[in-house]
């Protein structure tokens, strides 16, 4: 009696303990709910069209996720008759296989037991054997499957991915997202760990589904002819109940993991920074305070992980009881109930050891259909994961389209704007400019100089210069010097009038801080063409050799040995041989036009000015920004910039180069 107690105590317990994590989940599902719903309230007053970003994180599985995951299939499988598709067919072929040897070793199996039981030496070797002869192609078959899947992962994160690359390459489209429109914050993140996740995610869906289903037909099949059709009829209502109620649950599930997602990209981030920067924090001391950065990104992420681990145990406990323990249950009490009907015409036909087969192959039978229930029951969390990173994709999908048409968005609106003019704001419409292609001219007609979020810095600049006029742009920083050779540059867009101009390639932008490529000595000279591309121009390593000796490099040549030698140039140049570099890939491309942004401040004057003076022997047309004043003798114009949206262009005489010096 005590112990019935007990058991009956221990039952209420397990039951109100299931009772209370429903209770927890629903409770969880309403807060998320609510946090969703106040944070588009929240962002309504930044973003222009607050039910359009609203559908666009949403992360749940319905008609959207499907649409969504319908368009990257498209990518990822591009036509009917291609390798993804031989992939397909051949996991799906595997998995006929290996359901049909599940059921081949059910039936076995009981033959062994069997002759094992009723001690028939012939029933027991005959089946035993044909068990030992098959094992080596169920082993095949499992293995296939596995190569299938992998090699389908595989190819579908490379079509996945060269399609992204394809468009964020695009042009200035890596440029714009990062610059102009703020929408996705970690596209690292994106390109990398989500496509792979993504890709992951859908393949394992794809095999998780295809065969649960198999088994429910093949065995529906079977059982129908063993215990009749109304035992398969009522795990398939099970199934359906259970799956409705369990999908119900999950829905924050698709939520939860975009934000994971995003804190993981943040996390990325901040470390990257600190990397990237990690000498002038080491000159600022700054250690401590990028460590109270790092901790606080951290932190939101733990404290999410530790939330949605939580979760992911009351689901789990949810999930274990209703897909596999209860749906056993059921399972026990629809074979047994043809078997304990003493009224079943076969117990008037067969003997106790048939029955006993008979039972036994059914129970197996019903017990593999249940799982492979409970599997599909299960998949529906995968599925629900996988809206998640099919939000991100999709959204990554759609900024890159926007910024290849031409359009960008930022959710921040500055105080500048909010306090400037309303009226000109309405007239800067990004794009509504023209630009012309023409070879040796460089004319701004009646174009205004803005950010892209509008901010004026010039309203209306107009000036001209020919090939063989140099021009030094000076003035105080924020003035607009950067935001002019990012507009000639195409990087930022025109908001009015006619900028007249070569096309890109005739135009060369050396920063004061140059990019060093990965790649040989050669890769440095004439970024960003490759060997061939040299070899087409009719370009010599030996005329290689004399841009480097033009400006004093020839020695990195003589230490290196080679111009196939590869090295870490970013570290391996000092920041003066840097720059020299960067001239020496200038006189390589030979463009029209130059725009030098204190790209000669780390440079002797001796070899600033010959590097100056084989410009112009070149024919290369220089824009310069610097503040040496002995470099005001190579130019014959100058473009200054107050701040405050004016502007001086005019010759260089005598005077203002004595003035200057």
């Keep these: 009696m005590a112990a019935l107690s007990k058991y009956v105590t221990a039952k209420n317990s397990s039951i109100a303990g299931g009772i209370l994590l429903v209770l927890y989940l629903l409770k969880q599902r309403r807060r998320t709910s609510k946090q969703d719903r106040s944070a588009r309230k929240g962002s309504s007053d930044l973003l222009l069209n607050t039910e359009k970003d609203g559908r666009k994180d949403r992360a749940a599985v319905d008609k959207v996720f499907f649409l969504r ?3 990257i299939l498209g990518i990822m499988v591009p036509r009917v008759f291609c390798k993804e ?61 596995k190569l299938g899947l992998n090699e389908l992962k595989l190819r579908f994160r490379e079509r996945l991915t060269k399609n992204l690359y ?37 393949v394992d869906l794809y095999s998780n589904l295809s065969k649960p289903l198999l088994d429910i037909g093949l065995y529906i099949f079977k059982l129908t ?26 829905r924050p599930i698709g939520k939860m993991t975009v934000t994971e997602q995003r804190y993981e990209g943040e996390y990325r981030y901040v470390n990257s920074r600190l990397i990237t920067n990690s000498e002038e924090i ?67 036909h067969s003997t106790h050891s048939e029955l006993l087969e008979d039972y036994y192959q059914s129970g197996r039978m019903l017990l ?30 759609k900024v890159l389209k926007d910024l290849n048409t031409g359009r960008y968005e930022r959710t921040m609106v500055s105080h500048q704007e909010k306090e400037s003019d309303t009226a000109e704001k309405v007239v800067l419409v990004p794009g509504s400019g023209k630009i012309i292609n023409r070879d040796n001219i460089i004319k701004f007609d009646h174009t205004p100089l803005a950010t892209p979020n509008g901010d004026v810095l010039i309203r209306d600049l107009s000036f001209e210069v020919r090939s063989g006029t140099n021009v030094l742009v000076c003035g105080p920083n924020g003035c607009g010097k950067s935001s002019l050779f990012r507009v000639l540059g195409e990087l930022w867009p025109l908001f009015g009038g006619h900028l007249t101009k070569p096309e890109r390639g005739k135009l060369f932008y050396v920063p004061q801080r140059p990019y060093m490529t990965l790649g040989s000595l050669r890769d440095q000279v004439i970024y960003p063409d490759t060997l061939e591309e040299q070899r087409r121009k009719g370009i010599s390593d030996q005329v290689l050799k004399e841009y480097l ?3 004093q490099l020839g020695h990195i040549l003589d230490r290196e040995g080679s111009w196939d030698t590869v090295q ?19 006189f390589y491309h030979k463009p029209q036009f130059a725009i030098l942004d204190e790209c000669t401040s780390a440079v002797s004057v001796d070899v600033e000015d010959y590097i100056y003076s084989h410009c112009r022997t070149v024919g290369i047309t220089l824009f310069t920004v610097s503040h040496r004043k002995s470099l005001w003798k190579h130019h014959e114009y100058y473009l200054h910039m107050d701040g405050r949206g004016n502007y001086d262009f005019k010759p260089i005489t005598e005077e203002t180069v004595e003035f200057g010096s």
């Design 225 to 250: 002819s063993a215990i009749g059709a109304q035992g398969p009829a009522i795990m398939m209502a099970y199934l359906l109940i259970s799956g409705l109620f369990l999908t119900r649950l999950r």
């Design 568 to 586: 870490d140039w970013m570290d391996v140049l000092s920041g003066g041989e840097k720059q020299r570099m960067a001239m020496a890939r200038l």
């Design 69 to 71: 995951i319908l368009r």
């Design 368 to 397: 593999r259909m249940s799982q492979a229930l409970g599997r599909i029951v299960l998949a529906g969390r995968e599925m629900t994961r996988l809206s998640g990173f099919t939000a991100r994709i999709t959204e990554l999908m």
């Design 549 to 551: 000796d033009n400006v």
């Design 166 to 202: 394809d468009q964020y390459l695009q042009g200035f489209t890596y440029y714009k997202m990062g610059n102009l429109d703020n929408r996705i914050a970690n596209a690292d993140q994106l390109l990398t760990q989500d496509v792979e996740k993504f890709c992951n995610s859908v």
């Design 85 to 145: 598709t031989g992939y397909l067919i051949l996991i799906a072929a595997m998995l006929v296989a290996r359901t049909y040897c599940d059921v081949w070793m059910i039936q076995n199996g009981t033959m062994i037991e069997s002759g094992i039981i009723s001690r028939d030496i012939s029933l027991f070797k005959e089946h035993f054997y044909s068990y030992i002869c098959v094992i080596p192609a169920i082993a095949l078959v499992n293995n296939f499957l």
């Design 282 to 348: 080491a000159f600022y001391n700054g250690n401590m305070r990028e460590k109270q950065t790092i901790y606080a990104t951290f932190k939101k992420l733990v404290d999410h992980l530790h939330n949605f681990i939580f979760f992911r145990f009351s689901m789990g406990f949810i999930d274990s009881i209703i897909a596999k323990y209860v749906a056993t249950v059921v399972g026990y009490l629809v074979v047994s109930r043809p078997f304990l009907n003493l009224a079943h015409p076969r117990h008037l």
